[in-house]
């Protein structure tokens, strides 16, 4: 396969995003101890959080709010929109604005309306027009350094919200959880990096299984979000059909919808992300949706999430995902950094201006 020739990685991955997803776990580190230092909003009297942002940002929230959702005293609320609801208003409510760019429409929309209604607000980002709105209105700003796609930088924007949330006394103790997370990381990618070949490394053979296929990924509690993060990266490095669904909300409805088209079946494959931290009806519907899938002539498999604790499974999951979708992308001959139809949709929309 193309992903075990050098020559082939090199030629189709100009913008190297290989060393990016090597360097995710240092990231990720780098990320939760610029955390420490950096300006807080007031702690006290707290009701509410509410984190805005899309895409690569957006994905870094998901994950901190599946991952928390255990232990944080507060109800935590991702927003991927322009518009704040009608609850989050007053000191009662932090929002976070999270723009790798700074200049994401629908953040910046948020951000203008958090401070109107007296919210407490925060912005995550590398500079833009959010930095500087966040200065010219005297707020705290985490600003971070990276050249990348926003979607490379997941480290950062879970990262820092992780620091924030711990700081902020939401959620404690997360220093040996991040430490060990790092080092499950690291194990795993040796045998995911592009110098293993294919016979070896579990990443290119998922990635040879969702060749020409219709892929759908499940997951479940603190990993459905990994899921997302699966099927987004399908999209944005191999430029192919994705979805993904969660456990047990899918039992409900897209199980039932596995016999038509008849001709579904050879193209489908269905792959379910699996934790021994799942509640145990989780971890049964997994593999009974599995089963009835495969009864269905859907081809199946699982990733088994590695690593001690809840936060080192679902970053070892996610890395793994980031490797596999990298070597779909080269096996599809397609240049796994640029988006050009991202790019495009937003230059029409910037030409037809505001409403």
Same mark, same amino acid.
């Given at each position: 396969m193309l992903f075990d020739q050098p020559d082939a990685i090199a030629q189709n991955d100009p913008g190297n995003m290989l060393a990016e997803i090597d360097r995710l776990p240092g990231q990720l580190a780098s990320a939760w101890e610029a955390g420490a230092g950096l300006p807080l909003p007031a702690r006290n009297g707290l009701d509410r959080v509410l984190i805005a942002g899309l895409g690569g940002s957006a994905i870094g929230a998901d994950l901190l709010a599946a991952y928390a959702a255990p232990d944080c005293r507060l109800p935590v609320t991702v927003?991927?929109?322009? +518009?704040? #609801? @009608?609850?989050?208003?007053?000191?009662?409510t932090l929002v976070v604005a999270s723009s790798h760019s700074g200049n994401t429409e629908e953040t910046l929309s948020v951000f203008d309306q958090?401070?109107?209604?007296?919210?407490?607000?925060?912005a995550?980002?590398?500079?833009?027009?959010l930095a500087d709105l966040a200065r010219e209105k005297s707020l705290p700003l985490w600003r971070f350094e990276h050249g990348g796609q926003p979607r490379a930088a997941v480290g950062y924007s879970f990262g820092l919200l992780l620091a924030l949330f711990a700081r902020l006394g939401l959620l404690a103790g997360q220093d040996k959880a991040v430490e060990a997370?790092?080092?499950?990381?690291?194990?795993?990618?040796?045998?995911?990096?592009? +110098?293993? #070949? @294919?016979?070896?490394?579990?990443?290119?053979r998922y990635a040879g299984q969702l060749m020409g296929r219709w892929f759908t990924v499940f997951g479940a509690e603190f990993l459905a979000p990994v899921a997302r993060r699966w099927k987004t990266q399908v999209n944005e490095l191999a430029k192919a059909w994705g979805q993904f669904e969660t456990l047990p909300e899918a039992d409900h409805n897209a199980l039932a919808g596995t016999a038509r088209p008849e001709t579904l079946g050879a193209q489908a494959f269905c792959l379910f992300l699996v934790s021994e931290h799942y509640h145990p009806r989780n971890r049964l519907r997994a593999e009974l949706t599995r089963r009835a899938y495969m009864l269905e002539g859907i081809s199946?498999?699982?990733?088994?999430?590695?690593?001690?604790?809840?936060l080192a499974q679902q970053w070892t999951a996610l890395h793994f995902g980031d490797y596999m979708a990298y070597y779909l992308a080269i096996a599809y001959q397609v240049d796994p950094t640029p988006v050009e139809a991202l790019e495009n949709l937003k230059a029409e929309l910037k030409a037809m201006g505001e409403n």
């Open positions: 927003l991927r929109g322009y +518009d704040l #609801p @009608a609850w989050a208003s007053g000191e009662e958090a401070v109107a209604r007296g919210c407490r607000t925060l995550v980002t590398t500079g833009g027009d997370a790092g080092a499950a990381m690291r194990a795993q990618a040796e045998h995911l990096r592009a +110098d293993v #070949p @294919a016979v070896q490394n579990p990443a290119k199946t498999d699982f990733y088994q999430a590695r690593g001690e604790g809840r």
